[in-house]
C-alpha cells in the first residue's frame, strides 16, 4: 500500500510539473535556467528583459561576424576591450558564477541562440517567445547562413554518424528512448580520448532521469555487431523460410565488413534495442527493408552512406 501510495504521488508530481510547463511553452514564457548573455531575469515576472550593455555587445559580436571574423577573431576582440562572460549569483550557495574569458566556443554559443530573435531553443524547432529581441531577424538569418557554410558536415549528421544508436535504445526502467553523450579526457596538450555513453536524461513529461542507467556505446554497439555476426540471428532477420546457407553467408558477409560499414548498417536498419534487466540481454527490432539489403542486385548493403 506504501509503494501504491508513493507510486501515485510521484505521478502527481509529474503531472503539476507537465502541465505549467505546457502552458508556459504555450504562451511563449521563459521556463527556467540562467538568462543568457544579454538578458536578465524581471525579478517579478521570471521573464528575460534585454540588459543594455550586453545588448550592444551581441550586436557588436553578431556584426563581427557579418563582417567576416572567426569566433576565435571574435573572442580575441572581446577578451581585449575587457568583455567578460555572464555573471550571476548562485541562489543557494550565493557565490559570483561566471565573468571568465571568451572562447570561440562561447562565441558560437552565442551566434546561434535564437533567444535574441525573440525565440526560444527546443529539440526541435524554435518555439516562440514574448521577450523583446535585441537582434534583428534578417541579420540573424545572414550569420546562420555564414556559419552554415564553413561547416564541412551538417551538426545533425555528426552526432548520428558518432552514434549509430542515438534515439533506438530503450531505457529498461522508464521506457523512454536513452540520450547521448560524450566524455573528453585529455592525454596531452593536444590530445584526448572521447568516452562516448548511453544513458537516461531524459526529463520528459516531468520525469526525473533514472539514476544508474548507463551504458557504454562502445560496448552496445559491438554487442549488436557481434549478434549478426550470428547466423541464427539472420536467419530470423531473413525469415525462417530462408534458407540455412543465406543466413551462413549473411553471417560471413558481416564479418567481412569495415567497421564503418558495419555502423552505418546499424544506424539505417535498427529500429527498436530493448534492453532486458539483466545488462547481458537484448531484443533487436530492424526494418523490414534489411532484407532487401542482402538481396544480388542491391548495393544498399556493400555501399554505406557515410
Avoid at 542507467?213 to 525462417?240: F, K
Wanted: some cysteine; charged content about 30%; overall charge positive.
Amino acid at each position: 500500500m506504501l509503494a501504491a501510495f508513493a507510486e501515485f504521488e510521484r505521478d502527481m508530481i509529474a503531472t503539476r510539473i507537465a502541465e505549467p510547463r505546457a502552458y508556459l511553452k504555450k504562451h511563449g514564457r521563459r521556463l527556467a535556467g540562467p538568462p543568457p548573455y544579454g538578458y536578465d531575469a524581471d525579478p517579478v515576472t521570471k521573464q528575460l528583459v534585454p540588459n543594455a550593455p550586453e545588448a550592444r555587445r551581441v550586436r557588436s559580436i553578431f556584426k563581427h561576424v557579418a563582417a567576416g571574423r572567426l569566433p576565435k577573431q571574435i573572442a580575441f576582440v572581446c577578451n581585449k576591450q575587457g568583455w567578460t562572460t555572464k555573471v550571476r549569483v548562485a541562489k543557494r550557495s550565493g557565490k559570483t558564477v561566471g565573468g571568465g574569458r571568451w572562447t570561440a566556443r562561447q562565441v558560437l554559443a552565442v551566434l546561434t541562440n535564437p533567444v535574441y530573435v525573440g525565440q526560444f531553443a527546443t529539440d526541435d524547432e524554435p518555439r516562440p517567445g514574448c521577450h523583446e529581441p535585441i537582434i534583428a531577424r534578417e541579420l540573424f538569418d545572414h550569420v546562420q547562413g555564414i556559419l552554415a557554410g564553413r561547416r564541412t558536415t551538417d551538426r545533425r549528421e555528426r552526432t548520428r554518424q558518432g552514434f549509430p544508436l542515438r534515439q533506438k535504445i530503450v531505457c529498461p526502467r522508464c521506457g523512454r528512448m536513452l540520450t547521448t553523450y560524450t566524455i573528453t579526457k585529455k592525454t596531452g596538450p593536444r590530445s584526448g580520448l572521447v568516452y562516448r555513453y548511453y544513458s537516461c536524461r531524459s526529463n520528459a513529461g516531468g520525469r526525473a532521469r533514472c539514476k544508474g542507467i548507463q551504458y557504454s556505446a562502445h560496448n552496445l554497439e559491438a554487442a549488436a555487431r557481434d549478434m549478426l555476426s550470428r547466423p541464427d540471428v539472420w536467419r530470423e532477420i531473413l525469415g525462417q523460410d530462408a534458407p540455412i546457407k543465406d543466413a551462413r553467408s549473411a553471417a560471413r558477409t558481416w564479418g567481412s565488413l569495415l567497421w564503418p560499414w558495419q555502423m552505418d548498417f546499424l544506424r539505417r536498419y535498427v529500429q527498436r534495442i530493448e534492453l532486458r534487466r539483466k545488462k547481458s540481454e537484448m531484443a533487436i527490432a530492424f526494418d523490414p527493408a534489411v532484407r532487401e539489403a542482402f538481396s544480388a542486385d542491391s548495393q544498399a548493403f556493400r555501399e554505406p552512406a557515410c
